[in-house]
């Protein structure tokens, strides 16, 4: 464990280019090697999340390589073509990671074993399993459908229709990658959209899917069997991390911050449209795509923020931006009300608890309830003076540390060492931009 505190810094100023996108990057490298030939990845997430996944694609037979300047090259083995791993897939902290492979290893004639960290080991994996086992995949886990678990999965896959019980993207991408090797058409409904990523780059290396609109919701249908071919591809930076210096400079009186290359995937933009509500000034410059993503340099000036109601509907294109927008919100003045958050209790840890518990700690008057999140800003510094259990979590942790900038007492994280599974340099780039930042 390795603790560090954030005392009350000045004015952040500056320019970065925050790492790779997290979803993004594992979906890179898990379609790069289902592809034929080669993928070339720039700007690829080099944090453990990603590393893991990249591990779990060689130990599957792909070729996954690290190139001298920073690029990744990804041999692949076409669909269906990945072999029975030798040794346990151990996914670390991700849920990401292990969601989406157990969609690859579904369709694949082979048994893996799948684990991770405590963290991980928590998670819900039934809401995979499911739609996976109608696939015909046989999923044997612990009790409550947690890892370790052992997947056996079918050389002979059926195509399903599946409408998600949960606003998932993680479960969505599952389901199209188990369809990718099935014959016919895999459907997946989603009553609430979720970020797209997963099609966008399926598309990208040509397999044929459909979008639509209908009364139960945004419909993707994937014709199975596809003949992917390796793309090169450059990875925009994440909105997720991005999150952190520009929550950061809106509650520091005099800041300016800008963000390079972020992407602005409609679905990950709730945090931005948050911000402007709170009346932080924002602007979004230099809109371009990049590997068939939005991207745009944003900067954003400290503002006078006050609370607003954030509407539940907004909840899937900010789900993981709720631990930094509750910070925002410590420093707004006024009520800021967050609904419809219950899977934010199964996230790397339980975060709408943890940030209730951690905002409490630093002075902040908030309200939990079982889906939701009130807090009562009063304007400017908060108390502070606290020390917060990152309890496994790169979000709670990074979070923290910034209203640690903006308190009157410094705060401490006990281990900040689960910042480097999606923002490896993250303490770095923050004391870069004026961030006070050390050991205790
Ligand atoms: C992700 C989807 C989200 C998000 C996670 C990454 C993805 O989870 O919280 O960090 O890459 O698909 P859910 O899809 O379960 O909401």
Avoid at 35 to 53: K, N, P, Y
Avoid at 120 to 139: D, F, H, K, W, Y
Avoid at 181 to 187: L, M
Avoid at 261 to 289: C, F, Q, W, Y
Wanted: charged content about 20%; proline content about 6%; aromatic content about 2%.
């Amino acid at each position: 464990m390795s603790a560090l505190t954030a005392s009350p810094s000045d004015a952040l100023e500056g320019q970065v280019r925050v790492p790779g996108d997290k979803s993004i990057s594992h979906r890179a490298l898990m379609i790069g090697a289902l592809a034929m030939g080669e993928s070339r990845i720039d700007g690829l997430l080099e944090g453990e999340d990603v590393l893991r996944t990249a591990a779990a694609m060689r130990a599957l037979g792909a070729e996954v390589e690290r190139e001298a300047g920073g690029t990744w090259r990804v041999w692949g083995r076409g669909i269906g073509g990945l072999l029975e791993p030798d040794q346990v897939l151990d996914m670390g902290n991700s849920g990401t990671g292990a969601r989406l492979i157990m969609g690859i290893l579904a369709s694949h004639p082979l048994t893996a074993v799948l684990t991770g960290d405590a963290s991980l080991c928590s998670r819900p994996m039934g809401r995979v399993a499911t739609p996976l086992s109608e696939m015909g995949a046989q999923i044997h886990a612990r009790a409550g459908c947690r890892m370790p678990l052992t997947l056996i999965g079918t050389g002979d896959a059926l195509p399903i229709r599946y409408t998600l019980p949960v606003a998932s993207a993680q479960v969505k991408s599952a389901v199209l990658y188990a369809g990718l090797n099935a014959p016919g058409t895999t459907s997946v409904i989603e009553p609430e959209p979720t970020r797209d990523h997963t099609e966008l780059m399926l598309r990208g290396f040509g397999a044929h899917l459909d979008v639509e609109q209908s009364d139960e919701g945004r419909v993707v249908s994937l014709k199975g069997q596809p003949e992917l071919s390796g793309q090169t591809l450059r990875v925009p930076a994440d909105p997720s991390s991005a999150a952190f210096p520009l929550v950061a400079a809106a509650i520091l009186p005099g800041s300016k911050v800008e963000c390079l290359a972020v992407g602005m995937n409609p679905h990950r933009t709730g945090l931005i449209a948050t911000l402007r509500d709170m009346g932080a000034k924002i602007a979004i410059r230099n809109e371009r795509s990049e590997g068939g993503e939005p991207v745009a340099d944003i900067s954003i000036e400290a503002g006078d923020l006050h609370g607003v109601e954030v509407p539940a509907a907004r909840a899937p294109r900010m789900i993981a931006e709720y631990p930094s927008l509750a910070v925002a919100a410590a420093c707004a003045r006024g009520r800021t009300v967050m609904r419809g958050l219950a899977e934010l209790r199964v996230k790397e840890s339980d975060r709408l608890g943890a940030v209730a518990r951690g905002l409490a700690a630093c002075g902040v008057e908030v309200e939990e309830g079982p889906d939701f999140l009130i807090v009562n800003g009063k304007g400017g510094r908060v108390p502070g003076g606290a020390t917060i259990a990152a309890a496994l979590d790169h979000r709670i942790a990074m979070s923290f540390l910034v209203l640690g900038l903006a308190a009157e007492r410094p705060v401490t994280i006990d281990d900040a060492s689960p910042i480097d599974t999606s923002f490896p340099g993250f303490a770095a780039l923050m004391s870069g931009l004026g961030a006070k930042l050390s050991q205790p």
